[in-house]
């Protein structure tokens, strides 16, 4: 050994085991962080094609005139909220007549919840709905025609 004292090796010796466990270590974490990420992408892509097939599945029922457009609307909205894109497009933008009737019935109660008020306030409620679906059914049906193009 030359000039440099026994401590100062042991020292240096330390100093480079500390940083080859650090270096260890820094790459386990970062191994795992990119499986968690890994799982979590297919998780989200999992879960969007369940929502896309739930959205053109509606879409089409609607255009084909098995779904309430009020329904569908409702169910619609929720469902394209609920979509995780990078750069997720201005749903409420794109598809206007969608939201806006979403926007007028969403305060309304639906299925259970129905139960709890009387037959002459629902009755209202089902006239106000039909009402809107009346008043926008074209827009509602360009949006649906446009979303089921988007998800083509």
């Given at each position: 050994?030359?000039?440099?004292?026994?401590?100062?090796?042991?020292?240096?010796?330390?100093?480079?085991?500390?940083?080859?466990?650090?270096?260890?270590?820094?790459?386990?974490?970062?191994?795992?962080?990119?499986?968690?990420?890994?799982?979590?992408?297919?998780?989200?892509?999992?879960?969007?094609?369940?929502?896309?097939?739930?959205?053109?599945?509606?879409?089409?029922?609607?255009?084909?005139?098995?779904?309430?457009?009020?329904?569908?609307?409702?169910?619609?909205?929720?469902?394209?909220?609920?979509?995780?894109?990078?750069?997720?497009?201005?749903?409420?933008?794109?598809?206007?007549?969608?939201?806006?009737?979403?926007e007028r019935i969403k305060h309304m109660p639906t299925h259970e919840a129905r139960k709890k008020y009387p037959k002459?306030?629902?009755?209202?409620?089902?006239d106000e709905r039909e009402g809107y679906e009346k008043e926008l059914e074209d827009a509602i049906l360009a949006d649906?025609?446009?979303?089921?193009?988007?998800?083509?």
């Open positions: 050994m030359s000039d440099i004292p026994l401590w100062a090796w042991l020292i240096l010796i330390a100093a480079v085991l500390i940083v080859a466990v650090l270096a260890f270590v820094a790459g386990r974490l970062l191994s795992r962080l990119q499986a968690q990420n890994k799982r979590r992408d297919q998780a989200i892509e999992k879960r969007n094609e369940r929502l896309y097939e739930s959205i053109v599945t509606i879409a089409k029922s609607m255009d084909q005139g098995q779904c309430p457009l009020s329904e569908g609307a409702l169910r619609l909205v929720v469902l394209l909220d609920l979509r995780v894109d990078p750069g997720k497009p201005d749903y409420a933008e794109r598809y206007e007549g969608l939201h806006t009737m979403y002459a306030e629902i009755r209202k409620y089902d649906v025609r446009q979303l089921l193009k988007d998800f083509s």
